[in-house]
């Protein structure tokens, strides 16, 4: 049997915004519509994940998108935002604001080939720490920050339309251990 295509941490291009998209739609409802789709959030994902918001993304200054591809597809990308205060610690300014990664590629070691990619942007941009928040019912991320080096530092939360869903504060140094 072949090996399978090498995966490459790439930053994003505009040509990439509308896989971005469609990649951002499918793994946060995979993650988060556990009951099915409804029109809170439907209406989220699809105001929130568009190809003209990633393209704003990839060409703001203040961030970096990572990609994950493997044979010319996008499974995996992460997104820094370097000038976002925390909500639990005012001196943190570097934010985690999403690392999504296909589910079917979940072990592989992709997650944390864009977590140690997005770790050093952040250093390189001056920041000693990288912070983010995470659902406190996502126990599998969760876990995957706590076990490269994240604590919990706090909670805020998450709104969706009129909802609100309780996220943990997790920070950790930008720097190696």
């Known amino acids: 049997m ?9 930053y994003a291009e505009p040509a990439d915004a509308a896989n971005l998209a469609a990649l951002a739609i499918q793994i946060w409802l995979q993650t988060y519509a556990k009951d099915g789709i409804r029109d809170t959030l ?47 610690d005012t001196t943190a300014r570097a934010e985690m604001e999403t690392l999504y990664v296909q589910a079917h590629f979940h072990g592989g070691g992709i997650g944390a080939a864009l977590l140690e990619a997005a770790l050093a942007q952040c250093q390189e941009a001056g920041h000693g720490r ?23 530092i706090g909670t805020d939360d998450f709104i969706v339309g009129d909802e609100r869903h309780k996220n943990l504060v997790l920070i950790r140094r930008a720097a190696a251990f």
């Open 130 to 152: 990288l912070w983010l928040t995470v659902f406190h019912g996502n126990e599998r991320a969760i876990r995957f920050y706590h076990n490269h080096g994240f604590r919990e």
């Open 2 to 10: 072949p090996a399978a295509d090498p995966v490459t941490i790439r």
């Open 42 to 88: 439907s209406d989220y994902v699809l105001s929130h994940y568009t190809p003209e918001r990633m393209a704003e993304y990839i060409s703001d200054p203040d961030r970096r998108l990572l990609v994950a591809e493997r044979a010319a597809h996008l499974v995996g990308y992460s997104q820094l935002h370097l000038a976002a205060a925390c909500p639990s």
